[in-house]
């Protein structure tokens, strides 16, 4: 098929006069029924080559042959906002592009709906580009309903493959948030009760998978746009609070930047600082669980960039010879990451007209990684960025090899996305070994799914435990910041058979289980 349409010489003039701004009324009569307006012009295409060459210029005519093809496969499809189909796959290309994303993958995103809504295949793209871009635009597609008995059955199928994609290829669940971002950004054209189940999916679904890629900026905006039509008026209420709180706090954050950056001049520490307010749903939550906004020590912050993590600390120490820090709330992520990887100090210091004011110091690789988490390898890593990003994957991000075990267990669909949702995606308890590393764990978590979260051996060989530097039984339920203490002794009986259902997670279940069954 794509071959006919390449071999079509008035379909290939007509893609490049798209390109000539010249001929831009002339192709609208083409592409476009008179009655709508085309919002997709030469320069949203412009917007993403310009982007993509700031940091690969090399690859721009791959892009271009990408955006060819989707072009012409989405030609006379529509969205529900009347704009031509077009513009849903550039804008999710460009929210890849600000990833700093490789070519196939930003091509992937151009073509990501073309297997599902037009009648090209798999092995098309295939030939025409490779099978990366050809299993990354699959690994995004829905699964047809001719396979499932119900629309339930679908979804669920299609959730699993979303959330299971990452294991094979994370690019996947990248080209997928910046798919959902865009979506959830023109949610307005769909009826009140698709809004709210897109929104309430994204808070379920995608949230908690930007949050464990790292990926902060995707997940808070997907949380404030999730938020808006969930909860209309309160979104609203505490915009219009956060709005009041930016204006009243804009002269002091200005003088603390200045201030600070000059001082750092002076110790000529190369810097960057920006001034951060909390986002709308980060509010939302402090105050659905009893809080006020003036307790929320980390609604204002200023962020606070600089070239190495030895100037992080110096950083620190500048910032606390000028301003009063507060009791207990310093952390220092940088020694103890948190379990996706996010790097900073972060200090709470008293601001001249009193108010509590957030310092984040990071180096600016850290905040790369801040922004966007497992991406930024693209910007960090160049050529072996994917490689990297798939072994960082599973070596440091805690919450993979919980997602590879739970997809071992459970072959239904509906079994596996209540446990996903359970076990990772619910409520989250951190709490500490004695080596002061973080561990992420589900809430109700016991000391047993802590000593199998450290390792296999770890549990198995487990006699007893400290929490907080007092013995325990070792089914006790952990709380959020406890400081665990495993015992273990080689000749152990190994774990009793009553603690597989003390156990929540499922490595520490099967491991139990897989023991006793020797």
């Known amino acids: 098929m794509i071959e006919k349409l390449q071999e079509n010489a008035e379909s290939n003039d007509m893609l490049n006069k798209l390109k000539n701004e010249d001929n831009y009324n002339e192709i609208k009569e083409v592409l476009m029924p008179k009655e709508y307006n085309l919002i997709v012009t030469p320069k949203e295409i412009d917007d993403l080559i310009e982007n993509v060459k700031l940091y690969n210029e090399e690859e721009v005519s791959k892009i271009l042959k990408a955006y060819d093809m989707a072009s012409m496969l989405h030609k006379g499809q529509l969205r529900q906002s009347g704009e031509e189909y077009i513009i849903h796959p550039l804008n999710v290309a460009y929210v890849l592009s600000e990833m700093r994303a490789d070519a196939d993958t930003i091509c992937a995103g151009l073509l990501h709906d073309t297997l599902e809504d037009t009648k090209v295949t ?42 299971t994609g990452i294991t094979t290829d994370v690019r996947i669940i990248l080209i997928k948030l910046a798919d959902r971002l865009h979506n959830m950004r023109t949610l307005q054209f769909k009826s009140e009760f698709k809004q709210k189940e897109n929104a309430l999916e994204t808070l379920e679904i995608f949230v908690p998978m930007a949050y464990y890629i790292g ?14 039509y969930l909860k209309p008026d309160m979104y609203k ?32 520490i190369p810097n960057e600082i920006k001034v951060r307010t909390k986002n709308i749903y980060g509010i939302y939550k402090r105050l659905s669980e009893g809080g006020k906004i003036s307790d929320i020590h980390d609604l204002l912050a200023l962020k606070v960039m600089v070239d190495s993590v030895n100037n992080c600390y110096q950083t620190l120490r ?41 310092t984040q110091i990071r180096t600016f690789d850290m905040d790369k990684i801040a922004s966007f988490g497992l991406s930024t390898y693209w910007d960090i890593e160049k050529g072996n960025a994917r490689e990297v990003m798939q072994k960082d994957l599973s070596n440091k991000y805690q919450f993979f090899n919980s997602l590879v075990e739970i997809n071992k267990v459970f072959g239904d669909n509906k079994e596996f996305v209540n446990q996903v949702k359970n076990e990772l995606f619910s409520n989250k308890i951190y709490v500490y070994t004695t080596k002061g590393e973080i561990m992420e764990l589900p809430k109700g978590a016991s000391v047993i799914d802590f000593a199998y979260k450290i390792h296999t051996d770890v549990g198995n060989t487990m006699v007893a435990a400290q929490v907080n530097n007092e013995y325990v039984d070792v089914t006790t339920e952990l709380k959020n910041k406890d400081r665990v203490k495993i015992i273990t002794d080689d ?13 929540v997670t499922t490595y520490a279940k099967r491991r139990i289980r897989e023991f006793n069954r020797r």
């Not at 793209?125 to 829905?142: C, H, M, P, Q, R």
């Not at 505490?238 to 201030?259: A, D, P, Q, Y």
């Not at 000028?322 to 940088?334: H, L, R, S, T």
């Not at 000749?491 to 603690?499: H, N």
């Open 215 to 228: 990926a902060y900026r995707i997940k808070s905006e997907l949380e404030d746009l999730s938020l808006r």
């Open 122 to 163: 798999k092995e098309e793209i295939a030939e025409n580009f490779n099978s990366d871009v050809a299993n990354l635009v699959d690994g995004v597609t829905k699964m047809s309903k001719m396979n499932f008995s119900s629309k339930e059955d679908q979804n669920l199928a299609n959730t699993r493959k979303i959330i």
């Open 491 to 503: 000749l152990s009986y190994g774990p009793r058979e009553d603690w597989e259902d003390k156990a």
């Open 318 to 358: 500048i910032v606390h010879s000028k301003y009063n820090p507060v009791n207990g709330m310093f952390k220092d992520f940088i020694c103890n990451p948190k379990t996706n990887m996010y790097k900073s100090l972060h200090t709470t210091v008293f601001a001249p007209d009193d108010r509590l004011v957030q």
């Open 237 to 268: 209420k505490i915009g219009e609070k956060k709005l009041r709180i930016e204006s009243e706090s804009e002269t002091c954050l200005k003088e603390m930047l200045h201030t600070i950056q000059s001082m750092l001049n002076d110790e000529h």
